[in-house]
Structures are given as structure tokens and as C-alpha cells.
T-cell receptor, first 114, second 115 residues
Framework: GAGVSQSPSNKVTEKGKDVELRCDPISGHTALYWYRQSLGQGLEFLIYFQGNSAPDKSGLPSDRFSAERTGGSVSTLTIQRTQQEDSAVYLC????????????FGPGTRLTVL | EDQVTQSPEALRLQEGESSSLNCSYTVSGLRGLFWYRQDPGKGPEFLFTLYSAGEEKEKERLKATLTKKESFLHITAPKPEDSATYLCAVPLPRELTGGGNKLTFGTGTQLKVEL
């Protein structure tokens, strides 16, 4: 595709429910990143996939958060037992996978936990 | 731990009134820096990569510069369409990333350009 796509664009859920957020990276990009952006906060790194290597999960805030990337392309970020503090915009980015290459971001998924 | 600080937090300019945004950082060795633009409700849009101190990049009314401790985004004769939040980001050392770019972002400067 022309750019990184994410779905859904908005998600409203109740506290305690599980949610899945999807990211379709740019074709040919081997690196995929998830970030979280809360109101008034900078982008917070969550997890990073590079090719077939084990993902870097060092930014995940708790074990309620997990992510997978199937076939080296589409990625799903799952949040279990959502809490109100999980409310934020979740952004996905992809890149060619070189150390200093630019990341291209999707439009984000706005998650609201009631 | 790398820290990235942007100033001012918000800036209001009249159309045509030039100014500069600042991005300062404390990192264990300069590794370059990225600038992004973010419009409301959208993901960040890549603007510039600066690799080393002394480097400059230009795009339309924007010019980014880099020193060993900070970067500036100069906006010359801005227009209302330049209104956005401008973000800078610094990558982790290569030996800690396994080949990719794990970025530390600043909180951004929200720019509004008025007629």
C-alpha cells in the first residue's frame, strides 16, 4: 500500500475488556514499531519487530500488553483487561530496518477505556 | 538514559513572522536526530534526518540545524498551513537496538500561525 494503515481508527471499550489493534506496514519494510501517545506526553516506545528476530519488548508497560507480527507483515497489539490509564493513541510505524532510517507512521488508533 | 527536551511548548506566530524551535538532548554520544511534523488526529510525518553536528537540511520554509547538544528548526515566513506540532527524536545507540531505530521523542512544540 501507499502508507502504513491502522485499524480501527477509534476504539471505545469498557474497563476489563480485551482489545486488539491492527497495523499494516508499508510493503517491503522489515521493521515495525508500536508507540503510545498520551495527552501531553511524548511518543512512548512500546515494542519493535525486525525481520525474523525476536521482538524488542522492552517498552511494554505491563504483561497485559502483547504484540505479534505474522508473516513479517501485519502486526496486532493486544491489551488484555484494559484499564483507564491505557487510554491513548496507539501509533504504528514501519521502516526499511536500517539503523538510522526514517520511520513512517500510520494515522493511529485512539483507544478510550471507560 | 537519553532525554529530549523541546521548547517552547507552544508558539503563536503571525503569518510571515520567522522563528525557531529548539530541541535539546542529553545522550551518551551524538547519533543524529529526526524531525517530524504531526497534525491533529494524524500520525507524525517525517521531515528531516540530521546525521552529524554542523549538518543543515531545508524543505520549503523549514530549515533544520544540528549541534552537539541541540537542534533548531527554523521557520521562515510561516504560513497558516505550517501550524502543527513539531517533534524531534533521538535514536538509541546502534549496539542496543539490534539494527533498528528505537527512538526517544520530545513532547513537541505546538505551532500556530495566524493570518
Amino acid at each position: 500500500g501507499a502508507g502504513v494503515s491502522q485499524s480501527p481508527s477509534n476504539k471505545v471499550t469498557e474497563k476489563g475488556k480485551d482489545v486488539e489493534l491492527r497495523c499494516d506496514p508499508i510493503s517491503g519494510h522489515t521493521a515495525l514499531y508500536w508507540y503510545r501517545q498520551s495527552l501531553g506526553q511524548g511518543l512512548e516506545f512500546l515494542i519493535y519487530f525486525q525481520g525474523n528476530s525476536a521482538p524488542d519488548k522492552s517498552g511494554l508497560p505491563s504483561d497485559r500488553f502483547s504484540a505479534e507480527r505474522t508473516g513479517g507483515s501485519v502486526s496486532t497489539l493486544t491489551i488484555q483487561r484494559t484499564q483507564q490509564e491505557d487510554s491513548a493513541v496507539y501509533l504504528c510505524a514501519s521502516s526499511l530496518g536500517l539503523w538510522f532510517d526514517e520511520q513512517f507512521f500510520g494515522p493511529g488508533t485512539r483507544l478510550t477505556v471507560l | 538514559e537519553d532525554q529530549v527536551t523541546q521548547s517552547p511548548e507552544a508558539l503563536r506566530l503571525q503569518e510571515g513572522e520567522s522563528s525557531s524551535l529548539n530541541c535539546s538532548y542529553t545522550v551518551s554520544g551524538l547519533r543524529g536526530l529526526f524531525w517530524y511534523r504531526q497534525d491533529p488526529g494524524k500520525g507524525p510525518e517525517f521531515l528531516f534526518t540530521l546525521y552529524s553536528a554542523g549538518e543543515e537540511k531545508e524543505k520549503e520554509r523549514l530549515k533544520a540545524t544540528l549541534t552537539k547538544k541541540e537542534s533548531f528548526l527554523h521557520i521562515t515566513a510561516p504560513k497558516p498551513e505550517d501550524s502543527a506540532t513539531y517533534l524531534c527524536a533521538v535514536p538509541l545507540p546502534r549496539e542496543l537496538t539490534g539494527g533498528g531505530n528505537k527512538l526517544t521523542f520530545g513532547t513537541g512544540t505546538q505551532l500556530k500561525v495566524e493570518l
